[in-house]
């Protein structure tokens, strides 16, 4: 018969595996996917488990291509990654499921152009429509859950947190909707929404045409507070433990405190007038990085890196053509889109540019240009092009 002390050890070693069990699985969920816009709720756009490097990142090709319907500017939506599926809008007016492998698995007419990007929580994919439309369907085949017919369109990415759905209109209402029965939680008059909200801690943030950034408490929707920034905000906010970044249409980036609203710093990413920001701000590296549109002539693009303690410029990543690609980080990089036609990394560190897909009439891999976010899982980036195609890029 084991003696009390070594009944005692052996009890504690049977803990202590089932612990180690236990954090195991909980660190290697579908770590990898990238559920919704920006990767997760937060909007950090941080690539949580992927094995590119600089030292393999030139050796990506072309692993598959899936077109979607006619339309004039193909595919302005970004995809989302989960369960072995990639999930895309098009302009044609079509959700679209593939799997990770490029066979087409069902696609749902939205009866409008789709440049919402999809969220996917658990079974459920939920996606928004230019014709006012936000329906939730079935991950699997496409089933319709729910849906909602909105004033104004909604090309707001919507956001999934703790059973809910969040999502902005262009009509000036944000709603809060329960995931499952797509009830109407709450809502709140925000004026036109464009882009997507974050979500922290119970908190939601959203930007607004008003050039105002909101804070709502998730479950109630009581306001925390609303500051006023200079521009209107078409950026979605990208929230840490204590601050909220975003962008204006007059070329800043804001530093915002998380709790109460009250602006930390404010850099200029163009002078006013020249240019907007209209990406999520990828955080990552100490740095808050930005793409830029340029109105001026010729209309090129930037990448720029602000210091998250002070705001100051850290570098400039150049493309040839405007941009409005929420950049997605990744070991030492920040992967983003250009109207150019071509996906670019840059490096962390000076923003030295690390490799780009090439112009495609010297053999680069797109035909038109790219207006969405990269999608950053495994050893694999997926995007959608305005030609219409989804595209995986992998390593060989």
């Not at 000076?350 to 490799?355: A, C, D, F, I, P």
Request: with cysteine; aromatic share 10%; net charge positive.
């Amino acid at each position: 018969m084991p003696t009390p002390l070594s009944f005692l050890r052996r009890f504690s070693y049977a803990c202590a595996l089932a612990l180690a069990v236990f954090v195991a699985t909980l660190a290697t969920p579908a770590s990898a996917d990238w559920q919704q816009f920006h990767a997760g709720p937060a909007r950090l756009g941080i690539a949580s488990s992927s094995t590119l490097y600089a030292s393999n990142i030139g050796k990506l090709k072309v692993m598959w291509s899936r077109a979607t319907g006619s339309s004039a500017e193909g595919i302005n939506s970004s995809p989302a990654v989960a369960n072995g599926r990639v999930f895309i809008g098009s302009d044609d007016g079509r959700l679209y499921a593939f799997g990770t492998g490029g066979n087409p698995l069902w696609s749902a007419s939205l009866g409008g152009a789709v440049r919402s990007s999809p969220a996917v929580d658990g079974s459920t994919v939920v996606v928004g429509s230019d014709h006012g439309t936000i329906q939730a369907r079935s991950v699997s085949n496409g089933a319709l859950r729910w849906s909602h017919t909105v004033a104004g369109a909604v090309t707001s990415s919507p956001l999934i947190a703790n059973g809910r759905v969040y999502v902005g209109t262009r009509g000036g209402v944000f709603f809060a909707f329960n995931e499952t029965s797509g009830k109407v939680i709450w809502k709140q008059q925000t004026w036109s929404v464009w882009d997507a909200a974050a979500y922290r801690n119970g908190v939601v943030y959203v930007g607004s045409d008003e050039s105002r950034v909101w804070a709502f408490d998730a479950d109630t929707g009581n306001r925390r507070w609303v500051t006023t920034v200079f521009g209107r905000v078409r950026s979605t906010p990208a929230v840490t433990d204590h601050r909220v970044y975003v962008g204006t249409d007059q070329g800043r980036l804001i530093a915002l405190d998380r709790g109460t609203g009250h602006q930390i710093w404010s850099s200029a990413v163009v002078s006013p007038g020249n240019g907007y920001v209209r990406c999520a701000p990828a955080v990552a590296n100490g740095l808050v990085v930005v793409s830029v549109g340029m109105t001026t002539t010729p209309m090129d693009g930037k990448l720029r890196a602000f210091h998250t303690t002070g705001g100051g410029l850290a570098w400039t990543g150049e493309m040839a053509d405007y941009s409005t690609s929420s950049p997605a980080y990744v070991h030492g990089m920040f992967i983003a889109g250009s109207f150019d036609h071509r996906l670019y990394a840059f490096g962390a560190d000076r923003g030295t540019e690390l490799w780009t897909s090439g112009w495609s009439s010297k053999g680069g891999f797109f035909d038109r240009g790219i207006s969405g976010s990269p999608a950053v899982t495994g050893d694999k980036i997926y995007i959608g092009v305005r030609d219409g195609k989804l595209y995986a890029l992998g390593l060989p």
